[in-house]
């Protein structure tokens, strides 16, 4: 999430680096939210453990701490089409497709079926940083599906009518619990 970003000064040169499109999902057991995001790093390999960073103003900020589960689907090039109608408003499995979603076996978190990779993650840490969290998860999960390229943020382009901010959907599913210990 770009907020605030044409103020600063430093986002064109950050906008030149390649990264990968992730969309970011969680859920709680009452609703789960997804928007995309491009601030994911593994921050530890023993155990391991990726990070992400969230706007505290998205839905799915408050979703994260109730529901202390996230997952992250590294998006496949061929999925340009899907992105683009979820950045227009097709942010629910409804309106993007009843096939394009699954749900993790370790998490029950939304994740994009046809990805390249999912990870699935137990919240550890949330730091507060100013405008943003940064999210810490113990990944119990990290699947390559296809060996595909990625879609790089700097291959998107220019997308119009991109609808924000991003809502969450209703979604009762139960969910799994986290294991008192993870292998």
């Known amino acids: 999430m770009d907020t605030g970003a044409k103020f600063d000064w430093t986002e064109p040169i950050y906008d030149g680096r390649r990264r990968g499109t992730f969309i970011i999902s969680t859920s709680d057991g009452t609703k789960s939210h997804m928007h995309n995001g491009c601030w994911v790093s593994p921050v530890s390999h023993k155990p391991p453990r990726m990070g992400f960073s969230m706007a505290k103003e998205m839905e799915g900020a408050l979703i994260v701490q109730k529901g202390r589960r ?11 089409d899907l992105l683009v109608s979820f950045l227009q408003g097709a942010q629910t499995p409804a309106l993007l497709g009843e096939q394009s ?15 390249k990779a999912h990870f699935e993650c137990w919240l550890d840490d949330l730091i507060d940083l100013g405008d943003f969290y940064w999210m810490i998860g113990r990944t ?26 991003f809502r969450g959907y209703g979604d009762v599913r139960e969910l799994p619990l986290q294991p008192m210990e993870e292998p």
């Open 70 to 80: 996230f997952g992250l689907s590294l998006l496949a090039i061929d999925q340009y």
């Open 101 to 115: 979603i699954i749900y993790g076996n370790k998490t029950g978190v939304p994740l994009w079926d046809g990805a």
């Open 140 to 165: 119990v999960s990290a699947v390559t599906l296809r060996k595909t390229p990625d879609l790089l943020v700097n291959d998107i382009g220019n997308i119009s009518k991109v609808k924000m901010p």
